[in-house]
């Protein structure tokens, strides 16, 4: 309704989020802001409640406690501007790649005749040019993933969740995507909250990168990336990346989710 | 770039060395849809001939196919006519099958609470032998084409609802709420997601139900009826004319195998995609 004609991007709010499944405790009392624009990854060991944290901020699944809050109104339900992106492509099968993209129209009730062209620009932009008619079968795991973020942004979305959406893709590719959506969010109208577990791709791609820990969740640190965004590949061999990298790889080996034999690496002193 | 890299990953791995010629040649012979079970056929009617000659097997018992064979020709405008009786009988049963099946196994996925009431009843109740539900059903509704159709019916219905049921389950949690994020209500789950999703399997449950509403007609005419192929079948018993019941049996099974094909051809454009 009105979130559609205002133009400022969406800050997120959580307060004091947890999740629990039975007595399975998954996030505990979870507390961050993501600024309107702000790129921020939340970055943990496998199974640590990161996709349902994110799977709260998108309403898909209701919180135990606390508050969540999109744009200053709290979070009943899916967010009218939410793209969201999941760790599998959940291309569907009996609909051509163009038609896939295109079901983001159907389901909000878009008229296609009116995203048909920026759906076909958006698979050009990811090298899919030609395989509109193609059936999601047809196409290997990169390509359909690549086919599954552009269903994602069809309608612009101004708040972005992606839950682990490259996991399945090898190195380079996943450059290439990571590259396209640095250049996607690049204008910051869009917020976006990236789920991963990859140290570097994290760093790369965003303004904060939040570091959890392993069930029940909590933040344990806020890194900020000091780096102007969009960034190319070669920023990966700037002293500030590096830095970055190394004070996330030392809150894990503190946290014990990595092991060194060797001395804990000294860059970590400001810890928060 | 990397889209002519993934692309060429597309085409299939090098060729292999092509087989000797003669060995190429009896493949691709074999490999000719339906010859070998026609060939099949072919030598399990020489060797039926051979036994009933051979052995001077009595023609009431089991007749030669010669004889078969000359009961279709001749009687063939007999069985045509009870031939149409069945297969009426046997469509309107498939038809309310379907008509009735999917429905009520996207109210049960709709209203689940209505689901688990219902479907024990319904897998329960495949336990009753539906032959011998029968005679009630004449009872009620007295003989005839009715009563064949709705035993038909009553045997159809069932793998169409458990097929379907399956499908519409076969829809993953992340799928859901993939539509869900983009703001889609449950109509919008079904429209889009389970229905297409339940295809493959309602289909699988359809083709079963066709087998099955040839053989609820044929049950129907032995209870109670007087005209089809089951009816045919009783008043050739009783002439002890044993080359019409098989010339019976050839329509009932030809008849039968063409109505699975086409059920089995529909599914094949429906479902494009597994």
Known sequence: MTVATVPAALPIEVRGVSKSYGSLAALSEVTFDVAGGEFVSLLGPSGCGKSTLLRLIGGLEEPSGGAIAIGGEPVAEPHPQLGMAFQKDLLLPWRDVLSNVLLQADVRGIDRARLRERARALLAQVGLDGFERRRPGELSGGMRQRAAICRTLLHEPRLLLMDEPYAALDAMTRDQMALDLAAVTATRATTVVFVTHSIPEAVFLSDRVLVMSARPAEIVADVAVELPRPRDLHVRRDPAFTACVERITGVFERLGVLRDRRPTVPTAQEER | ?274
């Open chain 2, 1 to 274: 770039m990397n889209l002519t890299q993934s692309a060429g990953s597309l085409a299939p791995p090098g060729g292999r060395a092509a087989p000797r010629p003669r060995a190429a040649l009896a493949a691709r012979v074999a490999a000719l849809p339906g010859l070998l079970p026609a060939l099949t056929l072919v030598l399990v009617v020489a060797a039926w001939q051979a036994a009933v000659s051979l052995f001077d097997v009595a023609d009431y018992l089991v007749p030669p196919p010669a004889d078969v064979w000359r009961s279709l020709v001749d009687q063939h405008a007999l069985l045509l006519e009870h031939g149409r009786t069945t297969l009426v009988e046997t469509l309107w049963g498939f038809a309310l099958s379907a008509a009735v099946g999917i429905p009520l196994a996207v109210a049960m996925k709709v209203w689940p609470l209505a689901g688990r009431a219902l479907y024990p009843l319904l897998v329960s109740s495949q336990i009753v032998p539906k032959v011998a539900v029968a005679p009630l059903f004449v009872v009620w509704i007295g003989t005839g084409t009715t009563t064949s159709a709705l035993i038909a019916f009553v045997m159809a219905f069932f793998p169409v609802v458990v097929n379907t049921s399956l499908g519409l389950d076969s829809v993953d949690r992340e799928s859901l709420m993939l539509i869900r994020s983009m703001g889609g209500r449950r109509r919008h789950a079904f429209r889009y997601l389970l229905l297409p999703a339940s295809l493959p399997h309602m289909w699988t449950g359809l083709k079963l139900a066709m087998a099955f509403a040839v053989v609820g007609a044929i049950v129907g005419e032995f209870v109670g009826s007087q005209s089809g192929l089951g009816y045919l079948l009783i008043v050739a018993q009783g002439n002890l004319d044993t080359a019409l019941i098989f010339a019976d049996l050839v329509v009932l099974t030809v008849g039968g195998l063409l109505l699975y094909y086409a059920v089995d051809l529909i599914g094949r454009r429906v479902v494009r995609w597994s």
